[in-house]
């Protein structure tokens, strides 16, 4: 997968940048930046093309996901991230999944479908990836969820129900709300980056 790393502080987390729909590997570096400048960055470019535009897993419309293929690159990320961490050497238990849109679909996922899959997880504007699924148990895992309350693309409900289901894992769910749409903002970025600093690193 296409992507770019970058080594930080020793014993840092590793955070694990996943970008929304149309965007790179560039994309999320800045907000990376606000969240911990001693970490170390994994940064991937999803595999799928829709128009032209990047994404991690197919679409059958807006907001129905292609479950078949979700799975399929859920695993395909699972695994690329296993093997970055043997390339590069860092700790494979300390991965932090910061994603938007799509990016943040694809990191929910990982959370449904693989236990110990990330230490933590920024969402910003998830959908819930599957329904009527079993979800690992999430124990001792942190998860912040940054929402707009006026989100066309993620209704209000969406983001309850996903918080409702990470919780009943056993996730620690933080949700913070804005007045916005499905944009991302710098005040769901300082609550991410806070919310990091006191319950993830």
Avoid at 8 to 16: E, Y
Avoid at 60 to 87: N, P, W
Avoid at 167 to 195: C, M, N, P, R, Y
Wanted: with cysteine; aromatic share 8%; glycine share 8%.
């Amino acid at each position: 997968m296409k992507h770019i790393f970058k080594e930080g502080k020793q014993d840092a987390p590793v955070l694990l940048l996943l970008h929304g729909t149309g965007g790179t590997e560039e994309d999320l570096l800045e907000v990376a930046k606000m969240i911990d400048e001693d970490a170390s960055v994994l940064s991937v470019r999803g595999n799928v093309s829709e128009n032209g535009m990047p994404r991690y897993f197919r679409r059958l419309a807006e907001g129905v996901f292609d479950e078949e293929d979700l799975i399929f690159r859920t695993k395909e990320l699972y695994e690329f991230i296993d093997e970055s961490a043997e390339q590069y050497g860092f700790d494979r238990s300390n991965v932090v999944a910061v994603g938007y849109s799509n990016g943040a679909n694809i990191a929910g996922s990982l959370l449904f479908h693989y236990e110990n899959s990330l230490k933590g997880a920024l969402l910003h504007h998830p959908m819930v990836p599957r329904k009527s699924v079993e979800i690992p148990n999430l124990h001792g895992q942190s998860v912040f969820i940054g929402a707009g309350a006026n989100d066309p693309i993620c209704a209000p409900e969406e983001t309850e129900e996903l918080s409702k289901l990470l919780e009943e894992a056993g996730a620690d769910v933080h949700v913070q709300w804005e007045h916005s749409g499905h944009q991302l903002t710098i005040e769901e970025v300082k609550g991410a980056a806070a919310f990091y600093k006191d319950n993830i690193k």
